[in-house]
């Protein structure tokens, strides 16, 4: 192989080779380590959805299953208990809030349903 042409593939593979480990860095930077917040901020949107309030992702359609609400809110109860005293004021403030949210829209559903 010319002398050039092997210098030229070599600052391909290069080149490649950083392409690949900056897609690698920013991959590992968009992961999202799990918090408290975000573990009771995913139970009460799964809540949310199950009460018909937003859109199912994958349906893409609004749909009710207010069992499933139930349950959720439920496990949230649990969750609530079982950390009590346990929580900063943040993370307590964010239970307590999406419980109370949670809680009214479950009545409202349950008394038009």
Do not use: C
């Amino acid at each position: 192989m010319e002398e050039s042409a092997k210098k030229r593939v070599d600052q391909n593979w290069k080149e490649q080779v950083e392409k690949e480990k900056k897609a690698s860095q920013q991959e590992k930077e968009t992961y999202h380590k799990p918090t408290f917040a975000i573990f009771v901020s995913s139970l009460s949107m799964q809540a949310m959805i199950a009460l018909g309030r937003l859109e199912n992702p994958i349906t893409k359609k609004s749909e009710k299953n207010l069992d499933q609400a139930r349950y959720l809110i439920d496990t949230l109860e649990i969750i609530e208990n079982k950390t009590k005293n346990n929580l900063d004021e943040g993370e307590k403030k964010l239970i307590d809030e999406s419980l109370f949210s949670l809680r009214m829209a479950y009545v409202e559903e349950r008394k038009n349903n």
